[in-house]
């Protein structure tokens, strides 16, 4: 998100900084995103967490750098704490005015920031079984990138309420049940002939299939506070992608769905303080729990992909809390949600 | 046969509370009559408004209701240089090399410009034309304040407008009090310590606004961070330093624009809110503009026109020549300098009390000074707020139905 250095609200500033970066492009790709505030970084595809962190840090020193000469600040977070959605601007292409026709108000309101995975697939079925078998974990991922505790102006006592903006979207929630790519296919004609969809682009799932890039994409992440803490959540998705590719641990049944809406909800209201419910064994536990077990069994596969700094950050990070309880200290420190934003801008900018 | 005593006098004679209330009313009447046409700002409404009412045409506002208004206009300015200095965040310039020089270069040019067509085409007195041309290099800060909140109009051509129009004004200030001792001596043909002078305005006016800084931080320190109570301080701090800077006969506009500059510059602690101002102060700029409109005449469009006119555009060439030459290195597009330019058009530079020591010193001087640049003034009253409304939407920053 891009914000004023004055009153720390958000600045319409997207333009003139994708602008600015054409002259020292990072690599990877910057984007224009729906509302002028709001800037999409695209990194390049990695397959080691040492160089996505080199490569988001360095995107992150250009932009910040850009910012600074331009008198406004970058931060991380899932929401801005109190900007109010109807000053928003759209950013005028076509697809985003379209977008903002159709959907009307649930166009500005969803300036909210979210972190995308991409986990590359070897075959389109892989695509569909990781679609469903990643869907156990997606409380896990709320819970470790929740930061978005604050929005218009209140607490909302969710770690994550960015997610509730986007369950207003229609076509939100999770794929439907299909098991192999011929039947996801028969699926996605069906929608498009009903003139429901006209591209993959307009499923705002938590997770699905990203055909044109032969990946799965994990959409459930708020933006971290950190490009050091987004990377460490790229790092665990690939973890876990490669440890469920490998030993299909998960059968996908509609019991893998029955309790993702309590458990989804969970994680987001609580964080990890959440409760998970394994609608297989009926069993229910606290998501830390849950989470430090899984980061545990993950371990032997970080170590072959190179992520156990990640794993040790992330594995604190449970311990210490969030960047929703981040927020909320620097809250109860400051006493004003504009003093909160300059320290999320300065948290973000800061050099390793 | 004489009227009770319990009857008013006849003809009622109108205090200060009618005729702000009138103000007000007439204000907002032209405001409302301009917003219909979809061009002009509201400001336009209200200073046509003053124009009309006042004793260039209708004369139903008279001189002495002016002057017992006068007290609405300086607390008005008071709270627009003080949200002005607010916007000079020093540590821009640093990060952006390109920032001061250009601030630098569009006064810089712009002064060249007048002063030239002043001294070698108008054929006016050197000292005249370099105070004149000192006055034109500032921009109305109300005007151009007043047209951003009207709409709404946020992004990196107005950050830069604010920034140039707070510096622009430091600049003609502490310019034209370099100047007085030069015009003392010529009015009075002795020059008893001119340097004193020039120093008591400058670093009083600084001081003043440095101290008034102190006091809002240590009584925000108590006061905490709560909006109410931090808008009270405020506002009681500005007017306050209004007062003391009338009082002391120092610079109202210097001393607001340094006490906004330490708030946004000096408040390490972060113990000052950024207060917003919104409606309370809205009821104060209506009148302000329409009572800067009520002191434009007629016969100030006709006479000397020809040269007001080629003043207004020599300044603005100045400004637009050296934002369109530094734009580049500046990082600055083609299409910003040009609207950023054309922003900076309103000029109010009498009507801010710029020229007042002037007027203290050698009245006579002030009234020449006026009858050269006031035309220009008068012509840039009506289309400064038009350029800035334009150039901001263009810019794509100004939203034209934000309005309310």
């Given at each position: 998100m891009l914000v004023n250095t004055r009153d720390f609200n958000l600045a319409p500033d997207a333009d003139d900084l994708l602008r600015r970066c054409t002259r020292d492009a990072p690599q990877g790709e910057l984007k224009p995103e729906l509302t002028q505030s709001m800037i999409e970084i695209n990194t390049s595809v990695h397959t080691h967490y040492p160089a996505l962190l080199a490569e988001l840090r360095a995107t992150r020193d250009v932009l910040a750098g850009h910012a600074r000469k331009m008198n406004v600040a970058l931060a991380g977070g899932g929401t801005h704490p109190f900007q109010k959605w109807s000053d928003r601007k759209i950013y005028p292409t076509e697809r985003f005015l379209a977008v903002s026709e159709k959907y009307g108000f649930l166009a500005k309101q969803f300036t909210v920031f979210g972190q995308h995975v991409h986990i590359g697939c070897a075959t389109a079925d892989d695509a569909i079984y990781l679609s469903h078998a990643l869907v156990r974990y997606l409380p896990h991922f709320i819970a470790l990138a929740a930061s978005s505790p604050f929005y218009q102006g209140v607490d909302t006592a969710f770690d994550s309420s960015r997610l509730s903006i986007v369950n207003a979207f229609p076509l939100s929630g999770t794929m439907p049940l299909v098991r192999s790519w011929t039947e996801f296919n028969r699926y996605y004609d069906r929608m498009l002939g009903l003139g429901i969809i006209a591209s993959m682009k307009d499923f705002y799932w938590d997770i699905r299939p990203k055909p044109e890039y032969g990946t799965v994409e994990i959409r459930?992440?708020?933006?971290?506070?950190t490009v050091d803490r987004a990377a460490q959540i790229a790092a665990f998705a690939q973890a876990l992608a490669r440890c469920l590719w490998e030993e299909r641990t998960i059968d996908i049944t509609p019991d893998l769905y029955l309790a993702h809406s309590h458990n989804r909800f969970q994680a987001c209201r609580h964080g990890f303080a959440g409760t998970l419910i394994d609608a297989t064994t009926g069993r229910a536990r606290p998501l830390a729990d849950d989470l430090r077990e899984t980061l545990r069994l993950l371990a032997p596969h970080a170590q072959m992909l190179g992520s156990q700094d990640a794993f040790a950050a992330l594995t604190e990070t449970i311990d210490q809390g969030n960047d929703a309880t981040w927020l909320r200290r620097a809250f109860a420190e400051t006493g004003t949600l504009p003093d909160v934003v300059r320290h999320q801008a300065d948290l973000w900018a800061a050099s390793e | 046969m004489t009227a009770p005593d319990f009857l008013p006098a006849w003809p009622p004679a109108a205090n200060s509370f009618l005729i702000f209330g009138l103000l007000l009313l007439a204000g907002l009447a032209g405001g409302r009559l301009a917003a219909t046409t979809r061009v002009l700002p509201a400001i336009t409404g209200y200073i046509a408004t003053g124009f009309l009412l006042g004793p260039g045409v209708l004369g139903w506002l008279s001189e002495s209701a002016l002057a017992q208004s006068r007290v609405l206009a300086e607390f008005s300015l008071g709270l627009i240089v003080f949200d002005l200095g607010r916007r000079l965040d020093l540590s821009w310039a640093r990060h952006d090399r390109w920032l001061l020089p250009m601030g630098l270069a569009e006064s810089a040019l712009s002064f060249i410009a007048m002063f030239a067509l002043l001294r070698?085409?108008?054929?006016?007195?050197m000292l005249e034309a370099a105070v004149a041309a000192m006055v034109g290099i500032a921009t109305a800060p109300a005007v151009v304040l007043l047209v951003t909140n009207e709409l709404k109009a946020e992004g990196p051509v107005t950050r830069r407008m604010l920034w140039h129009v707070a510096l622009n004004n430091i600049i003609a200030t502490i310019g034209i009090t370099l100047m007085l001792p030069f015009i003392e001596a010529r009015a009075w043909g002795a020059t008893w310590n001119p340097i004193a002078r020039a120093l008591w305005l400058i670093a009083g006016s600084f001081l003043l606004g440095y101290i008034a800084f102190v006091l809002m931080t240590l009584l925000a320190r108590w006061l905490g961070k709560s909006p109410v109570p931090q808008f009270l301080l405020a506002v009681g701090v500005i007017v306050a330093t209004v007062g003391a800077a009338q009082i002391a006969r120092l610079s109202v506009l210097l001393a607001l624009l340094v006490l906004g500059a330490c708030t946004r510059n000096l408040d390490r602690q972060h113990r000052l809110i950024d207060v917003e101002f919104g409606r309370a102060a809205q009821l104060f700029f209506v009148a302000l503009f329409v009572l800067t409109g009520a002191t434009?005449?007629?016969?100030q469009f006709g006479a000397v026109a020809w040269l007001g006119l080629a003043f207004v555009i020599v300044r603005l060439v100045g400004k637009a020549i050296a934002l369109y030459v530094l734009a580049w290195p500046a990082h600055v597009s083609m299409r910003q300098a040009g609207t950023l330019a054309l922003a900076l058009t309103p000029m109010a530079g009498l009507a801010i009390g710029m020229t007042q020591p002037i007027y203290d010193i050698a009245p006579e001087f002030g009234a020449e000074l006026a009858a050269i640049v006031v035309s220009g003034i008068a012509i840039l009253h009506l289309l400064g707020p038009i350029a800035t409304r334009y150039a901001l939407i263009r810019a794509g920053e100004g939203e034209p139905r934000a309005r309310d």
């Open positions: 459930v992440c708020d933006t971290p506070l | 070698f085409v108008g054929g006016i007195d434009l005449r007629p016969d």
